[in-house]
C-alpha cells in the first residue's frame, strides 16, 4: 500500500508563490495516476490538478489553471505542486491521494495530514 505524506505548506501572501510536495512510501509509485485535493475552511474537499502515471497527461480545475503546474518524478516518488499567483481564496489544506485512471478527480486512496496553505490579504 502507498502511504503518501504533503509537505510545502505555509503562510504566504497575495500574488505569491508556493511549492507542494507529496512523498510517496513503496515501489509501484509510478503504477498510479495522482491528484491534488484541497479543502478549504468550512468546504468540501474538492479536486485541484491531476497527473499520469507517466505524467504526460495533466488536468486542472478551471480555478488554478495558468497558475498551477502539477508534475511528478517516478525515480523519487514525488509530485509536485507549483502555486503562483496566489489568492486567498486558494487558503486550504492540501492533499495528494492516488486517482482513477479513468477519471483523476476521483481518489482512491487514503488521504494523509495534508498540509495547510494559508493566503493572507
Known amino acids: 500500500q502507498v502511504q503518501l505524506a504533503e509537505s510545502g505548506g505555509g503562510l504566504v501572501q497575495v500574488g505569491g508563490s508556493l511549492r507542494l510536495s507529496c512523498a510517496a512510501s513503496?515501489?509501484?509509485?509510478?503504477?498510479?495516476?495522482m491528484g491534488w485535493f484541497r479543502q478549504g475552511p468550512g468546504k468540501e474537499r474538492e479536486f485541484v490538478a491531476g497527473?499520469?502515471?507517466?505524467?504526460?497527461?495533466?488536468g486542472y480545475a478551471d480555478f488554478v489553471k495558468g497558475r498551477f503546474t502539477i508534475s511528478r518524478d517516478n525515480a523519487k516518488n514525488t509530485v509536485t505542486l507549483e502555486m503562483n499567483t496566489l489568492k486567498p481564496e486558494d487558503t486550504a489544506v492540501y492533499y495528494c491521494?492516488?486517482?482513477?485512471?479513468?477519471?483523476?478527480?476521483?481518489?482512491?486512496?487514503?488521504w494523509g495530514q495534508g498540509t495547510q496553505v494559508t493566503v493572507s490579504s
Open positions: 491521494n492516488i486517482v482513477s485512471s479513468g477519471n483523476m478527480q476521483r481518489p482512491i486512496g487514503s
Open positions: 513503496g515501489r509501484t509509485f509510478s503504477s498510479y495516476p
Open positions: 497527473i499520469s502515471r507517466s505524467g504526460s497527461i495533466t
